[in-house]
């Protein structure tokens, strides 16, 4: 097959890519880095350099094409970032429609059902609903857990404040994934026919805060290591210190006060999701511990 993934040598691409290849695909990767050509090309994959705000550019990289991957990459330098997810969105589904591709696995989130209330899972639920607008399309949606690997940003407290924690308690029941385990599931995807508009959910684990604090905490020494919950102005002021924009600041906030009042679950309940992935809390806390004690 031919296929296009976006996302240049991120942590679900690069592994996806992998995969791909190894299954004999021929493999275009989109960056908008130009210093990353040479790597993916060094991979058997073909390099495509432009933005993903660029449709036309799209269009060309997508023409020929039997699969898609795509997902909108973080760009914290955004002033509006459900704005910013919104235009993402248009350009995919003009570029889409454009090339002919007729089937694509969407990066989606947990709590994209939710139009607002959910931080920068608004952004990506405008994206749901732009794609799922098209025709003669199948597309999945597939809505992701809890990175482990945004534990990796809260390091620096645990060596400095001995504890985790953010704007929510420690008692909230978390859906976790490695990133992995979405490459491995979108691959599996990729080489399926659609049917339709499908939502998928992956996950890896599902644990409380306290028990990720725990059981990270066992890795790297520390096992009384604590979750404690901080106000939300704590919460935003801890990520203005650590360098984030008010805007990214806020939403992050926002998306913590919904995992932690339960709607983000809602509908992974409701479609009774169980984890999959093969990737379970004490498999990324060695990854973590190899991280803390870099």
Do not use: C
Not at 192 to 199: D, L, S, T, V
């Amino acid at each position: 097959m031919k296929i296009v993934i976006t996302g240049s040598t991120g942590n679900i691409s690069k592994p996806l890519a992998r995969i791909l290849l190894g299954r004999g695909h021929q493999l275009t990767v989109v960056s908008s880095n130009p210093a990353k050509k040479e790597g993916i090309e060094q991979t058997g994959a073909s390099a495509a350099i432009g933005s993903i705000a660029d449709n036309n550019f799209l269009e060309s990289v997508f023409k020929g094409a039997d699969a898609v991957y795509a997902m909108v990459p973080p760009d914290f330098s955004q002033s509006d970032y459900v704005s910013y997810f919104r235009e993402a969105g248009d350009s995919y589904a003009q570029a889409l429609q454009a090339s002919g591709v007729k089937r694509i696995v969407f990066l989606s989130s947990i709590g994209a059902d939710l139009p607002s209330g959910t931080g920068p899972i608004a952004g990506i639920h405008q994206v749901e609903q732009i794609l799922g607008g098209l025709k003669d399309l199948d597309i999945t949606f597939l809505r992701a857990g809890f990175f482990y690997t945004n534990f990796l940003a809260n390091i620096d407290m645990i060596k400095h404040a001995g504890f985790l924690g953010t704007n929510y308690a420690a008692n909230t029941a978390l859906v976790l994934v490695h990133p992995a385990d979405i490459a491995a599931a979108a691959a599996d995807l990729l080489e399926q026919p659609g049917q339709g508009k499908e939502i998928a959910y992956i996950s890896s684990d599902e644990r409380t805060a306290l028990e990720v604090a725990k059981v990270l905490g066992a890795a790297i020494g520390k096992p009384d290591l604590q979750w404690i919950q901080f106000s939300d102005e704590d919460a935003l002021q801890g990520m203005r210190s650590a360098g984030l924009p008010d805007e990214i600041a806020g939403k992050y906030a926002e998306m913590n006060r919904a995992l932690g009042s339960g709607i983000l679950l809602q509908d992974y309940r409701k479609q009774d999701a169980k984890p999959s992935g093969s990737h379970k809390l004490e498999d990324f806390a060695t990854e973590f511990a190899a991280a803390y004690n870099a």
